[in-house]
Nanobody
Framework: QVQLVESGGGLVQAGGSLRLSCAAS????????MGWFRQAPGKEREFVAG???????NYADSVKGRFTISRDNAKNTVYLQMNSLKPEDTAVYIC?????????????????WGQGTQVTVSS
């Protein structure tokens, strides 16, 4: 059925960059809003960035100006470019897909979830 597979995580020093990818299958990707969430140890899962089917983007205040979400409908893939990384960005980053063209920041707006990819930022 629906699968979301993240890749691109790893260990990076503070100030560095990573690009995460999320490959989607079994979903109508071009008509689905997509999002990235993250969960750090001992913390709740939180919204990071979202993109509508039309390409409108939205970011958490904590990552605004540093992260960029984008999508390639021909590849059924959504990306998260992360620049100027900080230790507090350390978390498991999880890709999510909505059944709707537009979705907000709430977890309940997304029907499908990947298993996550670890991002660790060292100081």
């Amino acid at each position: 059925q629906v699968q979301l597979v993240e890749s691109g995580g790893g260990l990076v020093q503070a100030g560095g960059s990573l690009r995460l990818s999320c490959a989607a299958s079994g979903v109508s990707f071009s008509t689905s809003a997509m999002g990235w969430f993250r969960q750090a140890p001992g913390k709740e899962r939180e919204f990071v960035a979202g993109i509508t089917s039309g390409g409108t983007t939205n970011y958490a205040d904590s990552v605004k100006g540093r992260f960029t979400i984008s999508r390639d409908n021909a590849k059924n893939t959504v990306y998260l470019q992360m620049n100027s990384l900080k230790p507090e960005d350390t978390a498991v980053y999880i890709c999510a897909a909505s059944r709707r063209r537009i979705a907000g920041t709430a977890i309940v707006a997304y029907a499908y979830w990947g298993q996550g990819t670890q991002v660790t930022v060292s100081s």
